[in-house]
């Protein structure tokens, strides 16, 4: 099945700063989701990119899809930003959906 | 327009005891999926459903699980007997499938297995 590495693993930052987020995946994909679990735990949706670059307000995402990997941006970090994000891939031959394979996740802490 | 609806919310049982969770997906959508979270393995996928269907059921740790999608609106997980490495997060996905594969989760049913 496709692997799916995050890094880093752990990273705490100040408020304001700014962080990068990356995941590589070993095999084609045609779906690529990140998202944030909170401290309560629910899966918040960020940004559907099996490949190409999309912006929400502060975050922003690009996947480069023959290179197989993904970048998540996040500006301006705010507390709220803390906790784990998860990229997850899946691949259908023939179209329609599959299940997702999840990276372990980066957990990240943003200080006040 | 309701998300993906999970219930129960929290579940504390004991051990050999039958578990039964369950899941509303969101409307119209044609997939619907189980996974479950562990500090151990992360989250896996255990089962999923097109059209009521079963597609792919290779992620079912074993026999004592089992899922079952009688109408478009409804599925259910069920474990039995229930053992305490059963304790986890069990989440619902669901997704509109050929028109657009982003899956979107429930909150999720905490089960606590003593």
């Known amino acids: 099945g496709i692997q799916v590495e995050q890094s880093p693993p752990d990273l705490i930052l100040q408020e304001g700063a700014n962080s990068t987020l990356r995941c590589n995946f070993s095999d084609s994909v045609n779906n690529l989701q990140w998202f944030h679990q909170n401290p309560w735990g629910q899966l918040i949706n960020l940004f559907y990119?099996?490949?190409g670059t999309k912006q929400n307000g502060r975050l922003s995402a690009t996947t480069v899809a023959t290179e197989r990997y993904s970048l998540l941006y996040i500006s301006s970090s705010q507390t709220t930003d803390s906790g784990v994000y998860f990229c997850a891939v899946g691949y259908r031959a023939g179209g329609g959906a599959d299940g997702l394979t999840f990276g372990k996740g980066t957990h990240l802490i943003i200080q006040p | 327009d309701a998300g993906v609806i999970q219930s129960p919310r929290h579940e504390v049982t004991e051990m050999g005891q039958e578990v039964t969770l369950r899941c509303k997906p969101i409307s119209g959508h044609d997939y619907l999926f189980w996974y479950r979270q562990t500090m151990m393995r992360g989250l896996e996928l255990l089962i999923y459903f097109n059209n009521n269907v079963p597609i792919d059921d290779s992620g079912m740790p074993e026999d004592r699980f089992s899922a079952k999608m009688p109408n478009a609106s409804f599925s259910t997980l069920k474990i039995q007997p229930s053992e305490p490495r059963d304790s986890a997060v069990y989440f619902c996905?669901?997704?509109?499938?050929?028109?657009?594969?982003?899956?979107?989760f429930g909150p999720g049913t905490r089960l606590t297995v003593l």
């Open positions: 990119i099996p490949s």
């Open positions: 996905a669901s997704s509109l499938g050929d028109r657009s594969n982003e899956q979107f």
